[in-house]
Nanobody, 119 residues
Framework: VQLQASGGGLVQAGGSLRLSCAAS????????MGWYRQAPGKQRELVAI??????NYADSVKGRFTISRDNTRNTVDLQMNSLKPEDTAVYSC???????????????WGKGTQVTVSS
């Protein structure tokens, strides 16, 4: 199983970026999919996550970021609007995946992508 992330880059404050992540490989079922970020000198934090019909966001991004998932394509996107300099971080996608019906679900991570917001 692999997670391939794309998007990210450099944007001015107030701008927008979209991150995309696609899961591929031997997948029986994907439970949760989400995005995390880690800024320099800080711990990794959850940005947004979707599981079943529910979504959760970090308080710092509520109203600005939107997570969306396409179960037919095994993808999860993160639309980031009204970006702030404090959103600067390496963003990584995560998926909790069952590869078959009998093994437990496992965490998988995509390669991080840099998001830099200039003031």
């Amino acid at each position: 199983v692999q997670l391939q992330a794309s998007g990210g880059g450099l944007v001015q404050a107030g701008g927008s970026l979209r991150l995309s992540c696609a899961a591929s490989g031997s997948i029986f079922r994907i439970n949760a999919m989400g995005w995390y970020r880690q800024a320099p000198g800080k711990q990794r934090e959850l940005v947004a996550i979707t599981n079943g019909g529910s979504t959760n966001y970090a308080d710092s991004v509520k109203g600005r970021f939107t997570i969306s998932r396409d179960n037919t394509r095994n993808t999860v996107d993160l639309q980031m609007n009204s970006l702030k300099p404090e959103d600067t971080a390496v963003y990584s996608c995560n998926a909790v995946i069952k590869r078959n019906d009998y093994d437990p679900a496992t965490d998988y991570w995509g390669k991080g992508t840099q998001v830099t917001v200039s003031s």
